[in-house]
């Protein structure tokens, strides 16, 4: 199996294509993914304490008093049947799928039994941002013994393109000095609104990001969109965005490109292949591309020039420079324990006992944990030098695909860009 490792970027500017006659591709776009961004991301839904139905909207949050004079309240039309519920809070939920000339952004949302205890909370949102709360379906609910759930909002306009959100409760006993500095900002910032209490808020995560898997028999790469936007419409132009990386790799924000206004201008390269883009579901659901024939590839390193210099930490937990290696030729070798074979494992060794004095060898493990890493090394009685690779170090290669090798002749100018262990060592060799 090829495990794919690296994350590669797009193109606005044709190239020579052959295209025509080639069999479009679909894939499948049916998971919800988080991105760098989102995993890691701290944002807080705040609730407030419900007083009257005329509320002052979210728009207003942080700006100064004299100008929220100025700014329209929002007048709640009809009220959802909270019969039973204890208690009321309310929040906004951002969602761009139900704007309107009155209410644009944020959906007004009503929170039944906002006080944690052992009662059902139940959110009742106005999906339709109407101010009517009516007509907009049986309310979400979370449960005493939930700590998450996931909300799912249909675009007004298109009833197949939803917005995912996932709200997670805020732990007790936890994060004492930053729940304080939390509760400091929204009670400042709050204007009329009355915060309620930090516990009772919620960390959300907007789930905007589809992908799915293109594999093959020889290759596989990580295809995703991002709805910028958040209103479940995946396909907009100069507004959301595309994304190609390594199957099971964390999806890098960085790398994302956006959508230009002709789909058909959008290509990407991968593992020395070349695509471009035919169409997008509008809803997210299906991507269409073609490969290139007779691709004229542009995202690769140039043979005969030199490659990027990098610092890395060897097995000895020591930092190395890839510029003291210049005086003589370097092989340059990223696995990992996936897909390194016998027979790459004992050419590493014959280039290692039999080649030293005339080849440098440096072998990077890119992806896999350290502390397993150095576990093999010590079981497996490894003698060639291990060392570790970034994702930065796999940008600067290019690198799609393991296990890769990189031969440089001195003054670490590349030679081959794609060279396994055995090739290696029959080329010194013979």
């Known amino acids: 199996m090829v495990y794919t490792k690296r994350i590669l970027t797009y193109f606005a500017f044709i190239l020579p294509l052959f295209v025509q006659g080639q069999t479009p591709i679909d894939i499948s776009l049916s998971e919800r993914m988080q991105d760098d961004k989102i995993a890691r991301s701290l944002a807080i839904l705040p609730v407030y304490t419900f007083q009257s139905t005329e509320i002052e909207p979210f728009t207003l949050f942080g700006i100064d ?57 139940y959110f009742f949102v106005d999906r339709n941002n109407n101010l ?20 799912k909002l249909n675009n007004v306009t298109n009833a197949e393109a939803q917005h995912h959100i996932k709200l997670s409760r805020i732990e007790y006993g936890k994060n004492y000095a930053y729940k304080k500095l939390l509760t ?10 009355v915060f309620s209490n930090i516990n ?8 905007n990001t589809l992908g799915g898997v293109y594999r093959t028999d020889s290759d596989s790469f990580t295809l995703a969109l991002k709805d910028m936007n958040n ?54 659901g299906t991507v269409q591309i073609i490969e290139v024939l007779n691709p004229v590839l542009t995202k690769k390193l140039e043979v005969g020039k030199r490659v990027p210099e990098f610092s890395f930490v060897n097995i000895e937990n020591q930092k190395e420079d890839l510029k003291k290696y210049k005086k003589r030729p370097t092989y340059i070798f990223f696995w990992d324990e996936k897909t390194l074979s016998e027979e790459d494992t004992m ?12 080849l440098n060898l440096i072998t990077l493990n890119y992806g896999d944990n350290q502390r397993n890493v150095r576990k093999y ?15 930065q170090i796999g940008k600067l290669f290019y690198l799609e695909s393991l296990n890769r090798g990189y031969l440089t002749k001195k003054k670490l100018k590349l030679h081959n860009d794609d060279i396994s262990p055995k090739q290696v060592y029959e080329l010194m060799t013979y």
């Open 377 to 391: 090394h010590y079981y497996s009685q490894i003698q060639w030098p291990i060392a570790f690779a970034s994702y």
């Open 231 to 284: 209103d479940g419409i995946f396909n907009e132009s100069c507004m959301d965005m595309l994304y190609v990386g390594g199957v099971g790799e964390e999806i890098h924000t960085e790398e994302m490109a956006l959508i230009l206004p002709e789909i058909g201008d959008v290509f990407f390269e991968w593992n020395k292949k070349r695509y471009q883009l035919k169409s997008i579901d509008p809803t997210g």
């Open 184 to 193: 400091e900002h929204f009670n400042k910032h709050s204007g009329t609104k």
């Open 200 to 207: 009772y808020c919620y960390r959300e995560q907007r789930l």
């Open 65 to 121: 008093d004299e100008k929220k004079e100025e700014q329209p309240r929002l007048i709640i039309k009809k009220m959802p049947d909270m019969t039973g519920m204890r208690d009321t809070g309310y929040t906004y939920i951002y969602f761009s799928g139900a704007n309107n000339e009155i209410n644009q952004g944020y959906c007004l949302t009503l929170i039944g039994n906002y006080k944690r205890s052992r009662k059902t909370i």
């Open 132 to 151: 009517d709360f009516s007509d907009d379906g049986a309310p979400d609910s979370l449960t005493y013994m939930q700590e998450d759930f996931i909300m």
């Open 347 to 358: 050419y590493l060794r014959k280039l290692n006992d039999e080649l030293s004095t005339q």
